[in-house]
């Protein structure tokens, strides 16, 4: 069965850096676009980046130029290297597989980022 595991997150103060880690298994992970998400409290969860199987990378406006995704196909990991962290960037962040057919929406269990001020 598909298995998505992070970790990596904790805490920081505002300005520092934090690396997330996904593990996945039960997947063709080479071939598959891999995506972080993550949810504040009483906010919607949100894409924040996604990487294709030929590492082509999409990001959202907020994480733009601080935060990077990448991807060790050998380790069948994602990653996702975090600096300038401001205190909006706290939350549950999630890995997220989405298998295409059947269409299915695979999520790890979060780590929490909190950044202080």
């Known amino acids: 069965q598909v298995q998505l595991v992070e970790s990596g997150g904790g805490l920081v103060q505002s300005g520092g850096s934090l690396r997330l880690s996904c593990a996945a298994s039960g997947i063709i992970f080479r071939v598959s676009t891999m995506a972080w998400y993550r949810q504040a409290p009483g906010q919607q969860r949100e894409l924040v980046a996604s990487?294709?199987?030929?590492?082509?990378?999409n990001y959202a406006d907020s994480v733009k130029g601080r935060f990077t995704i990448s991807r060790d196909n050998a380790k069948n990991t994602v990653y996702l290297q975090m600096n300038s962290l401001k205190p909006e960037d706290t939350a549950v962040y999630y890995c997220h597989f989405r298998r295409l057919i059947p269409r299915t929406d695979y999520w790890g269990k979060g780590t929490l980022v909190t950044v202080s001020s």
């Open positions: 990487i294709t199987s030929d590492s082509s990378t």
